[in-house]
């Protein structure tokens, strides 16, 4: 029987229970969930554009995937591979290898999440290099282990967090939305590749950097893309100096972008790769891809753990990526793309509150601001909006360093009513609101 109070017991309990400080992104309860559609625990029925924040790519509880975890849950759910080798673990490098070639041979460490991928992304690149300095961006986020925290830009995310890992530097996001000012794209990425020269004059030599962390599009700092020519230039730049190009695709990965990885739009390839969420439909896996002379420059036992690559994890992974070829993600990515930046260009037509439409293939948000000017976040309106799809019926989510930004991550199965329907829910939540 359905009892109109659970979702509030539920938070009650939750505050009782839970440190305050694990965030809250949206005020909804889940019981289950299946597809592009999540039901509460009142029973109401919710559309979901957060998609586990962007992990769900593939829908909620794909069958062949549900199929494969209970299988392999009932054959071995764990031995560590570090103690027994099982062939599962190299099914999945293979077909990532694959999937993502780093140069003529690859080769691939699972992990068990976003964070642990980038830790061992450079613990990677500083065995490689013998170096130790690391380059990241303003607006970055890499998740909350402490180099990741480190690595991550929102300064609300870390509060109280230090002392951080040292030789990390900072250089600003080619964010053309706020700093074009007038400049042609292709212009606006030179000037920042001059910059980024300059900075290894004036902040740490080229010659004693292991890696350059970026994000092709920021995730949680807002769905900022990386311009073209720079993510070019970038590369050429690491291959200048020897510097370890390492892409997070932890967010944009696995036909969000309408492509297997973002950097496939710019005809790079990095040096090392991260990734989780989408690869695992829930489950908790993630990987770091490389070339295999970078890979297997770590000294024994440097890489590694108890669980990365369990048994269950893998299995849900290749049941994960089999069926997202089978249904094709990549164009199912771009369709939702098409239709959510068409919906929300129309919006900014309508809305003075929206001062920026942005993303790359379906990894689409809007901004909000006042005035029109992008200096002047409106993340006041952000949060009532969201709370007004959430009394209507949507799970959505913010991003960007001001908590500004109203981002999509729905599943990229939605049906094309169901994705209509929530745009709709978000234009009338703008239209009662601003
Ligand atoms: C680009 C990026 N990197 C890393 C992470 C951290 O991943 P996890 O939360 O699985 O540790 C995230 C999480 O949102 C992310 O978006």
């Not at 690859?106 to 830790?119: C, D, F, R, Y």
């Not at 094709?328 to 929300?344: C, D, P, Q, S, T």
């Amino acid at each position: 029987m359905v009892n109109m109070e659970e979702s509030q017991r539920i938070l009650e309990r939750r505050k009782q229970f839970v440190p305050n400080a694990i965030g809250i992104f949206n005020p909804s309860t889940a019981v289950s969930a299946k597809g592009a559609m999540i039901t509460d625990a009142d029973g109401k029925e919710m559309i979901d554009f957060a998609g586990g924040i962007g992990v769900v790519n593939a829908g909620h509880c794909p069958e062949p995937v549900v199929k494969a975890i209970a299988e392999q849950a009932s054959k071995m759910i764990h031995c560590s591979f570090n103690v027994a080798s099982y062939d599962l673990y190299m099914q999945l490098a293979e077909k990532l290898a694959s999937l993502f070639p780093h140069g003529e041979h690859t080769k691939v460490m699972l992990t068990n999440s976003g964070a642990e991928s980038i830790e061992n992304a450079i613990k990677i690149a500083r065995q490689a290099t013998g170096r130790q300095a690391v380059v990241c961006y303003s607006n970055a986020f890499h998740g909350r282990t402490m180099m990741a925290m480190t690595l991550t830009s929102k300064v609300g995310y870390k509060l109280g967090c230090g002392p951080f890992a040292p030789e990390v530097y900072r250089v600003p996001f080619p964010d053309y939305y706020r700093y074009g000012n007038g400049l042609t794209l292709d212009d606006f990425s030179d000037k920042h590749l001059l910059e980024l020269e300059n900075f290894f004059h004036t902040h740490v030599p080229a010659q004693e950097v292991a890696a350059i962390v970026i994000e092709p599009v920021q995730g949680e700092g807002g769905f900022n893309v990386v311009p073209k020519k720079y993510l070019q230039r970038l590369r050429e730049v690491c291959t200048k100096y020897g510097i370890m190009l390492i892409l997070d695709e932890v967010q944009s990965g696995f036909g969000r972008t309408g492509k297997w990885a973002a950097y496939q739009h710019y005809n790079v390839t990095p040096d090392i790769s991260t990734w989780a969420k989408s690869m695992g439909s829930g489950m908790p896996i993630g990987a770091v891809i490389g070339r295999a002379d970078i890979m297997d420059a770590c000294k024994p036992s440097t890489i590694g753990g108890t669980y990365p690559g369990n048994p269950v994890c893998c299995a849900a992974s290749l049941a994960t990526i089999e069926y997202m070829e089978q249904i094709n993600i990549n164009a199912l990515g771009e369709k939702v793309g098409n239709i959510v930046r068409e919906r929300f260009n129309a919006m900014k037509q309508q809305f003075n509150c929206i001062g920026d439409v942005r993303g790359l293939g379906a990894m689409m948000a809007f901004e909000l601001v006042k005035n029109n000017d992008p200096f002047q976040p409106d993340a006041e309106l952000c949060k009532k909006l969201i709370s007004y799809c959430a009394g209507n019926r949507l799970i959505v989510i913010s991003a960007g360093v001001n908590g500004n930004c109203i981002r999509v991550l729905s599943p990229l199965v939605i049906e094309e009513s169901l994705l209509h329907k929530g745009l709709d829910i978000i234009e009338e939540g703008l239209r009662t609101l601003s």
